[in-house]
Each structure stands twice: as C-alpha cells, then as structure tokens.
C-alpha cells in the first residue's frame, strides 16, 4: 500500500476508515482416499502490487490508484484557521 492519501470516489465522504482486501496462499496435503486435510502450511500474501480497497462508509471497492486519483483531484481544504498551510 502506498502512504498517499485516499479519498473514497463512490460516496465522497469518506478519507479515513478503509479495509485492504489482500489474497492469501495456503498449501495443503490431502489424503487420496479419505479427502481428510493432513498437512497444511502458513498461508502467504499473494503481493499483488495494487491492493483492493474498500470503503468502510459505502463499501465501495476498487484498486487503491482509484482511491488515491480522487484524493489528488480533490485534496482535502486546509483549514482557514492556518494560514501558512496555503
Ligand atoms: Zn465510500
């Protein structure tokens, strides 16, 4: 995940609360006559280099670029209270 901002492009309200929805890849044995799972490994993170984000307000989900294109379009306003941030 990148440390950019997001902004969530479905309902446009959200900027904070967000789930990473990531792949995982477990390896197991099988017994060939009773299908009974004997032997099973840690699973691992299938990286992917762009994670599935999801919004936790509307729960719309997308690729994180889409996330973080709305977040450039529309940055968040700086508050009139400090100045020197403009
Ligand atoms: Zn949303």
Known sequence: MQEKP?????????????????????????????GIVQEVTEPQQIQD????IQCQVCSFTSNEMRFIKQAEREPRPMTPTNPTYM
């Open 6 to 34: 997001y902004f969530c492009p479905n309902c446009r309200s959200n900027r904070v609360k967000f789930s990473v929805i990531s792949s995982f890849n477990q390896r197991f044995m099988k017994d060939a006559i009773t």
């Open 49 to 52: 280099s762009e994670p599935m």
